[in-house]
């Protein structure tokens, strides 16, 4: 049974930095590329960053290129999120997932439909 559990959301005030993290149990991860989205209420579900497996490629949003950094350690089992230079509209849900698909799309990040999400956690940042 696949597991995705994310960590290290919380409250931070504009500019500070926040590390996420995510747990994942029941895949082989480095066969995986993964992904992190963010949700705001009333808004549709955004990728935001993407690592591949094997070559650890990664894509970005426009909106948090510069400032995110995604990576991952295949023998912990774990994805990591640093985020850097918080603004308030960074502001979301933020989740893992996997389409269970070993590379980023250069442009897109992961190119399916996930099959596997986290349950999220809050991000809110400060003005």
């Known amino acids: 049974q696949v597991q995705l559990v994310e960590s290290g959301g919380g409250l931070v005030q504009s500019g500070g930095s926040l590390r996420l993290s995510c747990a994942t149990s029941?895949?082989?991860?480095?066969?995986?590329?993964m992904g992190w989205f963010r949700q705001v209420p009333g808004k549709q579900r955004e990728q935001i960053s993407c690592?591949?497996?094997?070559?650890?490629?990664?894509f970005y949003v426009t909106s948090v290129k510069g400032r995110f950094t995604i990576s991952r350690d295949d023998a912990k089992n774990m994805v990591y999120l640093q985020m850097n230079n918080l603004k308030p509209e960074d502001t979301a849900v933020y989740y893992c997932?996997?389409?269970?698909?070993?590379?980023?799309?250069?442009?897109?990040?992961?190119?399916?439909?996930?099959?596997?999400w986290g349950q999220g956690t809050q991000v809110t940042v400060s003005s």
């Open positions: 997932a996997t389409d269970q698909t070993p590379q980023c799309h250069p442009r897109v990040g992961l190119a399916n439909e996930p099959t596997h």
């Open positions: 690592i591949s497996s094997k070559d650890g490629s990664t």
């Open positions: 029941g895949l082989t991860l480095d066969y995986y590329a």
